[in-house]
């Protein structure tokens, strides 16, 4: 199977044109490629609230949180509406399975960094909040989640949010549920990226429980914090030619792109089936 993976700015935009024509050509570059999954980042509604911007004051740096707060639970379900709308339809038009990445949305009356999992038919497959928050996220009245019942699709794709990464736990609960493919949109709050602080998240976690990882990754500004990130396709180390366990990545952390990828989905069977079988542990646990 060949999956696409978007590095995407985060910017602010004035006009939703603006964003629609980027999302456009990631779209169009993955669908002339063939492409059947492609991930898109964490907080990929948040760039529509710039329409507003406009008319609230400037700040130098990150935003009171409380004011913050109070903006994003009632603004953040309009752009997020938009987005799930816009993406579905993309999907659709160009038949390609899409992690839509993240937004933020208000859930039985709390805000949710969710993530959505869209079929080429433009259906929501899959609707996952984020489980493991930033602490100014926390600061922004966003409230963490936990894992649930993500609907079966044909190539057991699963979707977890950015920092859900960091911790063994998350991919092993995915594992145990059958999944094979596990995307991971981020958005880092990092301005100097680190290659270092990157492998502890998707790639250390692939190498530990034999799964295909898959990062769409979020650039640019976002709330005065700068974002870095690379979008990949990860795979245990056995699995690539020179055995470092990258299948493709961004060859730079800021800016905006695709990188492509064919994954042997038979071969990482069959590496599944020569590996331990997993430990019992809390991971088990049927949530």
């Known amino acids: 199977m060949r999956i696409a993976a978007a590095q995407f700015s985060l910017d602010a935009v004035p006009e939703p044109s603006l964003w629609h024509k980027r999302l456009h050509a ?26 507003i911007a406009r008319w609230l004051p400037r700040s130098p740096g990150p935003p009171d949180p ?36 993240s ?7 709390r805000l949710v960094n969710q993530a959505l999992i869209i079929s080429d038919q433009g259906h929501i497959m899959a ?12 600061d922004w009245g966003v409230t963490a989640g936990s894992l649930v019942n993500q609907t079966a699709n044909s190539w057991s794709l699963y979707t977890v949010v950015c ?10 609960m995915l594992r145990h549920r059958g999944a094979d493919l596990i995307a991971v949109p981020i958005a880092d709050p990092e301005p100097h990226y680190s ?27 976002l709330f005065g914090f700068t974002l870095s990130g690379k979008a990949g396709i990860y795979l245990p180390a056995a699995l690539t ?15 905006e792109g695709i990188v492509m990828a064919d994954v042997d989905l038979d071969a990482l069977h069959e590496y599944q089936k020569s590996q331990p079988k997993l430990p019992k542990g809390p991971w088990q646990h049927p949530f």
Not at 28 to 50: N, T, W, Y
Not at 103 to 109: D, E, F, K, M, S
Not at 164 to 170: I, K, L, V
Not at 200 to 220: D, K, L, N, S, Y
Request: net charge negative; hydrophobic share 45%.
């Open 163 to 172: 920092n859900d990464a960091t911790y063994f736990e998350t991919f092993r």
């Open 241 to 255: 030619p020179d055995h470092t366990g990258i299948v493709a990545e961004s060859s730079s952390a800021y800016g």
């Open 195 to 221: 290659e270092h602080k990157a492998r502890r998240g998707t790639w250390a976690r692939v190498q530990e429980t034999p799964v295909c990882g898959i990062v769409g990754a979020g650039t640019g500004s």
């Open 103 to 109: 937004g933020l949305t208000v859930r039985n009356q």
């Open 26 to 51: 990631i779209f169009q570059s993955a669908a002339q490629a063939r492409a059947d999954i492609l991930v898109f980042p964490e907080d990929m509604s948040l760039p529509l609230l710039g329409i």
């Open 66 to 101: 409380s004011q913050t707060a109070l903006a994003l639970a009632t603004l953040a379900p309009i752009a997020y509406d938009h987005w799930q709308r816009v993406m579905q339809d993309m999907a659709r038009h160009f038949a390609i399975i899409t992690v839509a990445g």
């Open 127 to 138: 609707e996952q909040p984020k489980m493991h928050l930033f602490a100014f996220e926390q």
